[in-house]
């Protein structure tokens, strides 16, 4: 006598489950299928149950039914059946058990992959050069700047963003119960309904915000629930960071300044120019680069702790490269596709600081 374990019986009841899922969606049941569906019922009382799961996951595949993933998944799954029909006939004695297989694995194998695919976030990037306007399911917007990699993922109670490289201004739909965050790195940028944007640069975050309010939270954990203010002076940095006002903060150390910015030059970047003032030329230089193809490097660390200040027009490395040496102590290599910049020992340090190009 053959003793079935209840695990055993439990994936039998579930196969079973997801085979009458299977047969309930292709069509009606004819009245001899509703007696065996309802006698199937009666055996125990847990078949509803089950049969209810299968069903729910039935549908989530529905929701999901448009991603390319969900298709794939499908059609994997159709296939595998076609090969069972065609195998049946040489294995007629496997037949019952072998439906039910299958009909069990399109069922758990596309819910489990709408499942992922409803967790997996949509990502948007650009190149460089490239500016991109996106339309967020909430109504909200995102202009995303170039070189710039961001990913969201909306769930029942939160709005949650990755801005993994670049730059990106968010003007947020106004839902109170569903906080809008943005990380980048371990900063967490959360707000309800305003104008802000974030930009990710080598040991820095930045947050210009142009209306609302918005908390800035150190994200260590990679918790929200664990995130703590960043202070400036012991309160939090937020309370100075009003609108026309940057949030700088280091991603190395607890160092955060907030200054007032003029509403012009923290807009210039959507306009295609690229305005500095007094900036290290190492972030001036990575922020070139950010539109760039072919590249700038600083060779010598001396060139990066340079300041620098002028208007550009983004794209253009060359008249980049020719402001900066006519008015710094830096001198361009070109090298291997790559323009190398050099402290030029001859030049008179004393040059001024600042350039401006527009042309």
């Known amino acids: 006598m053959t003793v079935i374990s209840p695990e055993d019986r ?9 085979l009458w899922c299977v047969r309930l969606a292709d069509a009606d049941l004819t009245l001899a299928e509703q007696a065996r569906l309802q006698a199937w019922f009666e055996v125990d009382e847990a078949h509803r149950g089950l049969l209810d799961e299968a069903v729910i996951a039935w549908r ?7 991603r390319p993933g969900i298709i794939a998944l499908r059609g ?4 595998d059946l076609r090969r069972a029909q065609r195998e049946r006939w040489a294995r007629p004695e496997r037949r019952p058990a072998l439906w039910t297989a299958l009909a069990a694995s399109l069922v758990v194998a596309v819910a489990a992959g709408a499942a992922w695919q409803a967790n997996r976030p949509d990502v948007y990037r650009t190149t460089e050069g490239e500016r991109r306007i996106v339309e967020l399911a909430d109504g909200s917007r995102a202009s995303l700047d170039s070189a710039t990699v961001l990913k969201v993922r909306y769930e029942s109670g939160r709005r949650r963003l990755w801005l993994d490289s670049g730059r990106a201004k968010f003007s947020v739909a106004k839902d109170p119960l569903r906080p809008f965050s943005v990380a980048a790195g371990d900063k967490l940028v959360v707000a309800t309904g305003t104008v802000f944007s974030v930009e990710r640069l080598t040991g820095q975050m930045r947050v210009v915000l142009y209306e609302g309010h918005v908390a800035v939270l150190d994200d260590k954990t990679g918790r929200a629930d664990t995130a703590v203010p960043v202070k400036i002076g012991g309160a939090p940095a937020d309370r100075l960071l009003t609108p026309d006002h940057e949030l700088v903060t280091s ?6 300044v907030v200054s007032q910015l003029d509403p012009v030059r923290a807009k210039a970047w959507e306009n295609g120019q690229l305005v500095f003032q007094d900036e290290p030329m190492d972030l001036a230089v990575e922020r ?3 539109y760039a193809r072919d590249k700038l490097k600083i060779g010598d660390p001396g060139v990066g702790r340079l300041r620098i200040s002028g208007v550009f027009t983004s794209g253009d490395t060359g ?3 020719d402001g900066v040496t006519a008015v710094l102590p830096v001198h361009a290599v070109a090298a291997g596709g790559v323009t190398v910049l050099k402290i030029d020992h001859g030049q008179n340090n004393s040059a001024p600081a600042g350039v401006s190009s527009t042309s």
């Open 288 to 290: 070139v680069n950010r």
């Open 251 to 256: 991603t190395q150390t607890n160092a955060t």
């Open 10 to 18: 439990l994936e039998t009841a579930r196969e079973q489950a997801a």
């Open 319 to 321: 008249a980049f490269v």
């Open 60 to 66: 989530a595949v529905e929701e999901q039914a448009s």
């Open 76 to 79: 994997e799954a159709l296939e």
